[in-house]
């Protein structure tokens, strides 16, 4: 029996409407009275796989540098005009896209659209080379502070680089290398400005308590002015195999806490239905404190302090399902991976039951509606469908989708996907005395404030 | 472009921090609701009056362990069982022990409430704590340990409460407990803290959602309202007190790129009338990039990916004896450590001599007070600040009379504040990096006599 979904989950009582102005800007809108707050959110179609060799973390440390004051906007004043006016903003910078985002208080909505516009169109008035030079240390900080400076920060550099081969555009990730971010120089961050920065390489979603009428004037007020630009190239080809074809292996001897075993599998592209049975896979396998993975090691052999596998959907190269499994004292890792194949070679055999399958569609469902809790959330989910997949409606269907996928499907993804030649491995041995057993977080973007 | 000046806000539209309802049912149990529209996913919180104080002698970690096994099983479900039904109903359920109680949180879809309602109350009710499921979550607890003495933030931590408080104070040590403390529990202990400690007539549980077509009064009575229990006098709480004098303690890690900074001290907790200047003023200290220490370490210097300034609360009474951590936390590069903190003590040294500014001190309240709509959009933040609100002893309307409170601060109190927050001469520096590389320049700087501790 399949799951049922609640009333609530057919489209999140979400609707949207979209708009394109003459310079080729799409504009989202979503109204929703409930709460005086009111959602900007701009998605631009570029982050680390546009990035050239030598230039690796050019795209981050440039989102770093849209906070830096822009024609009409002075030093920090983007976070500062924003922050007085109650609202919270941020930026973010992934494989696929760079997104900026303000809530605000609804009264508040045109400042926001004001101050997006301004650096969309006038960015490059106050870029200058001590801004430059100052956001790179932050970021090289950023770097040393998320990954260089924690146990298993790495990890999932090495993963990407191991699964997206060299000169794949996923092969680095966002945060890029120390060498590349000394090399950036002010005219590469320019050239990325001018190549990148176009209405038309962008969407604009807002969300909340607006009027849709004055919205999209203001829009058109703010935005409607700043020239297209056509020069962006087209992205490196990011296609690879369906499958790796053989097991990749790589061993990290290192001052670590524990053993770990990690891998990631090649999965197919976000958007296709085959990715949707392959997120309820994984979370089958190991989402959750009932998955397979978790009561086999952590329950049953108490070989692991924590197992699971994660989902990194990708839409411009095979996404990438990502097995975590930090080793409980003593254990070592072959036990842990004949354990991971057994089960893994079981349910590509057998496939899910039916109470797995209602499961796994309930925790998806609930973290959809999570998503949809706030209206940043959902600002981010249209400009992430309009972006990436062309429509930002289908935003309203997507939980509906995973809902319709069968256990068929599920299992014949597990079984063309989840196998031992179809990933690659990540093995953690430690070098200190201690050794023992739990948390890392995998991070697949970039943030301009903590 | 077309160049337009910076728009005028509109005309504000009103918002408050939701006035909880209140009440209680038969069996003692206190119930606070807040019923808030579009929010499909409702958040329920239980506070139970099971405070790390309370844990035995020698069995730091015990009360983690039981808030931990409180979804190992029931009188009905197994461990495994009872872990898919609340997955089926598409529910997270965490519990966590701090110094205060134990915090159980359920989410889950309106639609599924009563479900997973029934299985919060049966894992409160009654637990199985089967002898194997404790063994195993002590165990995994301790493979934990190392992990949490690897990450800096959280070695830092460990090392400021241990400098700080006296060890007989139970916020001297590790909340979760300590190798040696953790390996002495089993079941039988596990069973003995929540047989003393659990119980309806001195816990709470706070429900807020979208509530629209449930009946909650039914529901609670046919789920928490069976849960029994003899009623019991709450445990007094501590006081506690702390040792304070400017000293600086370098937990070694040879090779750090990043030395991690946890700069404190204590300071008394909401109660205290100072409470809204004193948020006001570690604000403009350090509350955001643009805050003064950012301003300078981050955005002029680029030491760090950033430093924060807070006062969090440790413990309340309702004495009013309560304490908070005042704190500034950060990591910066191992060779511009001593640089950072001398400018760090220059940031302090300026805001005591000269003041915040007008200017400053408006930017902060209208952020402060103008995020309460974005901060509580979701039910779990609003239930999350009505929990905290019982915890600590303080009236539900609290939070409301807050925003109230910040807006009628001024720059001066804003100021003193701050700088009594923060003295020179009272403030544990704690430095998680490379001593070979720090602890000579960081001395030189005069913080304080300087000790270097192993990791």
Known sequence: ?450 | MTFHPQPQAGEPRPWDFPAPGRGALPNGLTVLRSHRPGQKVVAVEVLLAAPLDAEPEGLDGVATIMSRALSEGTDKLDAEEFAAELERCGATLDAAADHPGVRVSLEVPASRLDKALGLLADALRAPAFPDSEVERLVNNRLDEIPHELANPARRAAMALSKELFAPTLRCSRPRQGTEETVARIDAAAVRAFYDAHVRPSTSTVVVVGDLTGIDLDALLAETLGEWTGKPAERRALPSITSDDRARVVIVDRPGAVQTQLLIGRTGSDRHDPVWPAQVLGTYCLGGTLTSRLDRVLREEKGYTYGVRAFGQVLLSTPEGTGASLLGISGSVATDVTAPALGDLWQVLRTLAAEGLTDDERDVAVQNLVGVAPLRYETASAVAGTLADQVEQYLPDDFQAQMYARLARTGTVEATAAAVSAFPLDRLVVVLVGDASAIAEPVGALGLGPVEVVQA
Not at chain 1, 113 to 127: T, Y
Not at chain 1, 167 to 180: K, L, V, W
Not at chain 1, 263 to 277: F, I, K, Q, V, W
Request: aromatic share 6%.
């Open chain 1, 1 to 450: 029996m399949g799951h049922t979904a609640t009333p609530e989950a057919q489209s999140g009582g979400l609707t949207a409407t979209e708009h394109r102005l003459a310079n080729g800007l799409r504009v989202v809108l979503s109204e929703d009275h409930l709460t005086p707050v009111a959602a900007v959110c701009l998605w631009y179609d570029v982050g680390s796989r546009h990035e050239v060799k030598g230039r690796t973390g050019l795209a981050h440390l440039f989102e770093h540098l849209m906070f830096q004051g822009s024609g009409s906007v002075k030093g920090n004043g983007h976070f500062e005009l924003v922050q007085g006016a109650g609202g919270s903003l941020n930026g973010t910078t992934s494989f696929e896209r760079t997104n900026y985002f303000e809530t605000m208080p609804a009264h508040q909505l045109e400042l926001a659209l004001w101050l997006e516009a301004d650096r969309m169109g006038s960015l490059l008035a106050a870029l200058d080379q001590e801004s430059l030079d100052n956001q790179r240390d932050v970021v090289k900080n950023e770097r040393r502070q998320r990954y260089d400076n924690v146990p298993y920060g790495t990890a999932f550099e090495r993963l990407t680089a191991l699964a997206y081969p060299e000169p794949h555009p996923y092969h680095h990730t966002p945060i890029g290398s120390m060498a590349d971010l000394d090399a950036a120089s002010l005219e590469d961050a320019r050239a990325f400005f001018r190549t990148y920065y176009a209405p038309n390489n962008a969407v604009l979603a807002v969300v909340g308590d607006i009027d849709p009428e004055q919205t999209l004037a203001w829009a058109e007020k703010y935005f409607g002015t700043i020239p297209a630009h056509d020069g962006k190239p087209a992205p490196r080809d990011g296609s690879l195999p369906g499958v790796m074809g053989g097991q990749l292996r790589e061993v990290v001897e290192e001052d670590v806490p524990s053993r770990a075993l990690m891998a990631a599998y090649r999965l197919p592209h976000d958007g296709t239905r085959e990715s949707d049975a392959a997120d309820l896979a994984l979370t089958i396998l190991g989402g959750g404190e009932s998955s397979r993975l978790h009561n086999r090691l952590v329950r049953r052999d108490r070989s692991a302090v924590a197992a699971g596998f994660g989902l990194l959907r990708l839409a411009g190269a095979p996404s990438l399902g990502w097995l975590d499994v930090k080793t409980s004292s003593g254990v070592e890792v072959p036990a842990i991976e004949a354990a991971v194949d057994e089960e893994l070679a079981r349910f590509a055999q057998d496939g899910p039951t039916a109470e797995e399958m209602e499961r796994a569609q309930a925790q998806l469902e609930r973290e959809w509606l999570d998503r949809l809790a706030t209206v940043g959330g959902r600002a981010d989910e249209l400009c992430r469908f309009a972006v990436l997949f062309g429509d930002p409606q289908l935003a309203l269907s997507a939980v509906q989708r995973v809902l319709e996928i069968t256990p068929e499907e599920v299992r014949a993804i597990a079984a063309a996907t989840l196998r031992p030649d179809n990933r690659a491995v990540l093995v953690y041995e430690p070098t200190g005395g201690a050794e023992a057993g739990a948390d890392s977080d995998n991070e697949d973007e970039e943030g301009a404030d903590q």
